[in-house]
């Protein structure tokens, strides 16, 4: 079973920032960075399971991938993978953040 990616509005606008941030510097970095970010969650589709589980939410369904420095949050849903958040690695979610 193929399950559906949908990305929060959330999680496009910690995308848009994180390339805004990057180009400041570069931009070939920061649509590369992008890039990762988007692709790394094209594997859910098929296996919702690939990132582990959040250990700050220690929630089954709430599960994380590294794309660099940066963690891609997100949700199974029944048949859906939603994408929560992105944001920095070394930043700690509260248990609330994603209610």
Same mark, same amino acid.
């Given at each position: 079973?193929?399950?559906?990616? +949908?990305?929060?509005?959330?999680?496009?606008d910690?995308?848009?920032? +994180?390339?805004?941030?990057?180009?400041?510097?570069?931009?070939?970095?920061?649509?590369?960075?992008?890039?990762?970010?988007?692709?790394?969650?094209?594997?859910?589709?098929?296996?919702?399971?690939?990132?582990?589980?959040?250990?700050? +939410?220690?929630?089954?369904?709430?599960?994380?991938?590294?794309?660099?420095?940066?963690?891609? +949050?997100?949700?199974?849903?029944?048949?859906?993978?939603?994408?929560?958040?992105?944001?920095?690695?070394?930043?700690?979610l509260?248990?609330?953040?994603?209610?």
């Amino acid at each position: 079973m193929d399950y559906k990616i +949908i990305w929060s509005p959330d999680a496009l606008d910690d995308i848009e920032a +994180i390339g805004e941030f990057i180009a400041r510097d570069s931009q070939f970095y920061a649509e590369s960075t992008v890039q990762k970010i988007v692709e790394t969650a094209e594997p859910l589709v098929q296996n919702p399971k690939l990132g582990r589980i959040v250990p700050e +939410i220690a929630n089954e369904s709430i599960r994380e991938l590294y794309v660099f420095q940066y963690r891609l +949050i997100y949700e199974i849903k029944g048949d859906e993978i939603h994408i929560l958040t992105v944001i920095h690695g070394k930043r700690l979610l509260k248990k609330d953040y994603l209610l």
